[in-house]
């Protein structure tokens, strides 16, 4: 037990660590090839901060532990919008300016509501999978357009300040990419071990543990990326940051996931985790449009209230670990 808890910790450490180098050696190289920079934010940046949501999924379905899968995928965008979003309105209120994010919210809604179309029959298929990838490739073929369309959007405003504040050589830039993927792979392997052990041990589903102790521990890029942003006021880059990383889990980390190994689904995910994922999407959606003329902003008072369903949640899922390990 006691090497499993270490195991996680030493593989989360790392897995951050490692998928941080990634992302911003995969964004100077980017960069340096000429990619635009909305483009450089809201792909490069945005969904490779789910780089260790993807490693983990990956690893946790070849491994032949597919709900350890799903859960991460689904938890880790409970853990997005309701924890980050939360805690960064609370120390700051988060004003919503760019059209793309504005583009992104009711996107990220309509892949929630097909991802819950695809539970309904109790499993996740690799014809799900594939269906899940594809739409996947459409929304990065859609991103990339974006990013060649919208020059003046202050989303590639806070990118550009970004990669200006840090620059890096192209050759350090491409050693970071590869050194970045091999311990992402080294970490995930690690981490995925110790939370199987540690579910097997304690009597509990892996799902539960994918839901909170992993998809926490995967979700600390965007925590330190929302942190990082809120301190330079970079609101658009947060909500970037969020909503590509909420994309990036509901179509290629669930999907890669039922592509390597098809899981049955248990109805809970549906009633509980998908249902708390579509309300937080909805709710993110009016904070972000603005509703019954209120200004497009996350308040103190709205991330206080992330926040607590935030607890409550996960208070919930502990509380089953509790029981089942008393059992």
């Known amino acids: 037990m006691l090497m499993a808890m270490g195991a996680i910790v030493a ?3 790392l897995l951050v660590w490692s998928a941080d180098k990634f992302v911003e050696g995969a964004a100077a190289t ?10 450089i934010g809201m792909v490069i940046i945005g969904f490779g901060t789910s780089a260790p949501e993807l490693a ?6 070849a491994d032949g532990n597919p709900g350890l899968a799903l859960g991460n995928g689904y938890g880790s ?5 309701a924890l980050i979003v939360g805690l960064t309105a609370v120390i700051a209120p988060i004003a ?13 809604l309509v892949l929630t509501l097909i991802a819950g179309a695809q539970l309904i029959d109790g499993q996740l298929t690799r014809l799900d999978g594939w269906v899940l990838l594809a739409v996947f490739a459409g929304v990065m073929g859609w991103s990339i357009y974006q990013g060649f369309q919208g020059k003046e959007d202050p989303l590639g405003g806070d990118t550009d300040a970004e990669m200006i504040a840090h620059p890096m050589p192209l050759k350090s830039a491409v ?3 590869v050194v ?6 080294v970490s995930s392997r690690l981490l995925v071990w110790g939370a199987v052990t540690i579910a097997q041990t304690l009597g509990v589903s892996d799902l539960v543990i994918g839901l909170t102790i992993v998809a926490i521990g995967t979700s600390l890029p965007e925590l330190a990326s929302a942190l990082a942003a809120v301190k330079k006021n970079e609101h658009d880059l947060i909500l970037g940051n969020i909503l590509g990383s909420g994309i990036f889990n509901t179509l290629a980390v669930v999907g890669l996931a039922a592509v390597i190994e098809p899981l049955k689904v248990d109805p809970e995910v549906l009633y509980r985790d998908w249902t708390l994922m579509l309300a937080l999407t909805v ?28 607890f409550a949640y996960t208070g919930y899922l502990f509380s089953t670990v509790v029981a089942a390990s008393g059992a």
């Open 11 to 13: 593989g989360l450490i």
């Open 30 to 39: 980017a960069k340096h090839l000429g990619m635009p920079t909305l483009l």
């Open 56 to 61: 983990v999924s990956a690893m946790a379905a």
């Open 77 to 81: 965008n409970i853990t997005n919008i």
């Open 96 to 108: 919503v300016h760019s059209q793309v994010i504005r583009k992104e919210l009711p996107l990220l």
């Open 175 to 177: 050693i970071w990419v």
């Open 180 to 185: 970045g993927l091999i311990l992402l792979v």
């Open 283 to 310: 709710g993110l959606l009016m904070m972000g449009f603005g509703v019954m003329g209120q200004r497009k902003l996350i308040s103190r008072g709205n991330g206080v209230v992330l926040l607590l369903v935030y």
